[in-house]
């Protein structure tokens, strides 16, 4: 069963942007956010809401991401915006539940060159 089913990514150029939509299951999550891997690298947090509504940002991302949910706090939205080669990475959508069981996406790959 596909908890988390993630869309949006693509090849974009420098200055542009995209936006990541990861739709979950139903209304029973605590945390939701992204995090993403570039080539060689481990993976990082880049957003993250919890229920309440607060955000928190990698300090990289900070001014130029913001991650949202839908009203019914089952799909979870990164807009990027300012994108820069070094944000190049697949990105993962993240989810916790109530129950404490962590969930991610397939993934999805962000290319941002010219």
């Known amino acids: 069963q596909v908890q988390l089913a993630e869309s949006g990514g693509g090849l974009v150029q420098p200055g542009g942007s995209l936006r990541l939509s990861c739709a979950g299951s139903?209304?029973?999550?605590?945390?939701m956010g992204w995090y993403r891997q570039a080539p060689g690298k481990e993976r990082e947090l880049v957003a993250q809401?919890?229920?309440?509504?607060?955000?928190t940002y990698a300090d990289s991302v900070k001014g130029r991401f913001t991650v949202s949910t839908d009203s019914n706090k089952i799909t979870v939205y990164l807009q990027m915006n300012s994108l820069k080669p070094e944000d190049t990475a697949v990105y993962y959508c993240?989810?916790?539940?109530?129950?404490?069981?962590?969930?991610w996406g397939q993934g999805t790959q962000v290319i941002v060159s010219s």
């Open positions: 993240y989810a916790r539940t109530v129950l404490r069981n962590d969930y």
């Open positions: 139903k209304n029973w999550y605590t945390i």
């Open positions: 809401i919890i229920r309440d509504g607060t955000a």
